[in-house]
């Protein structure tokens, strides 16, 4: 199994980005993505999700209204658009897949290396 993210980089405040996670290995048909995230000297927390069959999402408080997830099953590949990104949105964002999904990082099977993103002018 194998989960590469990409479109992380530099943006200012009020920017956006588009991260990619693209799936591969088995069949997550049945399985929740999620993103998380981790700021330097912060535990890694939990910033959206999306149930792969049903496309159900949940948001953490702190990105709601302003980021939303999505996914192409053609593709096998999940998104998280980002809008208004704030300083406090700089971290190294990962990409999940687990059975049970939720906020969670102990209900996720499989990990991506993380792509990062910093909010800064």
């Known amino acids: 199994v194998q989960l590469v993210e990409s479109g992380g980089g530099l943006v200012q405040p009020g920017g956006s980005l588009r991260l990619s996670c693209a799936a591969s290995?088995?069949?997550?048909?049945?399985?929740?993505m999620g993103w998380f995230r981790q700021a330097p000297g912060k535990e890694r927390e939990f910033v959206a999700s999306?149930?792969?069959?049903?496309?159900?999402?949940f948001y953490a408080e702190a990105v709601k209204g302003r980021f939303t997830i999505s996914r192409d099953t053609a593709k096998n590949t999940v998104y998280l658009q980002m809008n208004n990104l704030k300083p406090e949105d700089t971290a190294v964002y990962y990409c999940?897949?687990?059975?049970?999904?939720?906020?969670?990082?102990?209900?996720?099977?499989?990990w991506g290396q993380g792509t990062q993103v910093t909010v800064s002018s």
């Open positions: 999306i149930s792969w069959a049903s496309g159900t999402t």
């Open positions: 999940a897949a687990g059975r049970t999904g939720g906020v969670h990082i102990s209900s996720y099977d499989y």
């Open positions: 290995g088995r069949t997550f048909s049945t399985y929740a």
